[in-house]
């Protein structure tokens, strides 16, 4: 059991040591530093692509499914 349980945490251990992050994640910026760039962020409405839809009745099944078969709904 102590083996399967080695072989099977060994990929994890090695995989989190393998990858270094990148530089802007480990480092963070001087806060006194003037030149430093600010990302601006801006309003989006989360409802701004919304369109007002009704329920409307169903179809005819029967017409739809010999509209769409391979045949053309010539075989009845």
Avoid: Q
Avoid at 36 to 46: G, K, M, N
């Amino acid at each position: 059991m102590k083996h399967l349980f080695s072989v099977a945490i060994l990929p994890i251990v090695l995989g989190g040591c393998a990858a270094t992050p990148p530089a802007e994640v480990t480092t963070p910026r001087d806060p006194s530093d003037v030149a430093a760039t600010i990302t601006l962020s801006r309003f989006h409405s989360p409802v701004s692509g919304y369109a007002h839809r009704m329920p409307v009745d169903p179809k005819p099944w029967r017409k739809l499914n010999e509209d769409v078969s391979p045949d053309g709904g010539d075989a009845s």
